[in-house]
């Protein structure tokens, strides 16, 4: 009788274990790779964690490159090898390459619905070039946009009102000069690296120009491009703006400065650090054109890496967490990438500084979806010294030589797809 027991315990222990093991073994783990090496990875954890606790199936590794090369070189490795990570947090100038050689899993808008994911609610700027016909290459998740920051309390020393930042090229000159009064020495209200190439594209954006022409076969942002320069030396000329390369952070930081036009991407931090001091505002428009810089992290899946259905099914699980928890990855500095989200009260009142940034996202403006643009604006960027730091060259001249010498890279790059 002991023995028959005895047996039976051993046989229901070996059930509970085989039972456990099913279990374990049904654990799918999905790698997702993304750039976010800053405070904001830290945000990105903590989501990651809230998922993984909710969803025992299925654990997602955080696996971080900051740097776009590297990023890039380890995806295409791994997809050649099929060790790929199975969620994508990319860069959207990062994904042109992969899109052509049509290696992101695509979805139809009828397929990302059935997930519960409604793209049309996405601004349509960040869609261009990730949707092509049909096709859904990847789900942006959120909008790095500029916005112009200022301190409060200076505005308030300079006789402003704190409650009224600038909004067009003549109000803001009129709050340089009143803030140069109040500016240390050796500090410029506007205390900004001249020489920043996004800066440029921003403003080259707000004249009317573009990088490339439509079809990417010419640079087309020499006249505009000219223009932006001319604005940044007239700032530069009339004290708002350094005429040395600087590290804006600092003076900002520390109250000497008062004003910068820079990404979401510090507004958390800043926030933190001035207080009440913190101001957030629309980007001002100098130019003729109502443009915003801005990029986009999207959400894409290798291909290759989701053929299990299961892999699948997991995958989209965590894209569909992303984007119903998105208002709490918003709060480490972004903007949303969608139009519901980006109106909504739930934004105004959970995170106000990010809902009055997110007031420009119509007129936000991305970098077009050439392979090489990362190189076409380091190779602009090298003319730029020469016009606002040495004064060496014009704006002019230094547009012409520029395009110039973009033209090769454009001309390589196409008689590659003889």
Known sequence: MRIKKLSLIMLVSLLILIVISLGQAKKITLTFMT?????????????????????????????????????????????????????????????????????????????????GIDIKDVYPELLKGIVNGDKIYGIPLDCWIFYMAYNRGN???????????????????????????????????????????????????????????????????QEAGAKALRLLMSFQDKGYLPKSSVDPGPAFESGQSSVLITGVWTSTAWKGVLKENFGAAQAPLFGTHRAVFGGSHVLALPKVMVEDPQVLKAAMTWVKYLWDHAIEWYAAGQTPARKSI?????????????????????????????????????????YLEDVLITRKLTPEKAMEMAAEEVMPIIEDYWAGKK
């Not at 009143?178 to 506007?190: D, E, F, I």
């Open 35 to 115: 750039p976010l090496g800053g405070a904001d990875g830290a945000y990105m954890d903590k989501i990651i964690a809230n998922f993984n606790k909710e969803h025992p199936d299925i654990e997602v590794v955080h696996l971080v490159l900051v740097n776009s090369l590297e990023y890039k070189t380890k995806l295409s490795t791994g997809i050649a090898t099929k060790q790929a990570p199975q969620v994508l947090f990319i860069r959207k100038p990062d994904m042109p390459l992969f899109i052509e050689q049509d290696q992101f899993k695509t979805f139809t808008e009828k397929e990302l619905k059935q997930y």
């Open 155 to 221: 505005f308030a020393k300079a006789g402003l009102d704190p409650d009224k930042p600038p909004r067009t090229r003549a109000e803001f000159e009129k709050a340089m000069e009143a803030l140069k009064k109040v500016t240390p020495k050796g500090v410029t209200p506007y205390y900004e690296n001249p020489t920043w190439s996004w800066l440029w594209v921003h403003l080259m954006w707000q004249f009317g120009g573009d990088l490339l022409t439509p079809d990417f076969k010419k640079p087309a942002f």
């Open 342 to 382: 980006a109106t909504s009260k739930e934004l105004k009142d959970k995170l106000p500084y990010i809902y009055t940034i997110a007031q420009q996202l119509p007129y936000v403006k991305t970098f077009q979806m050439f392979p090489y643009i990362s190189e076409i604006v380091d190779t602009i960027a090298t």
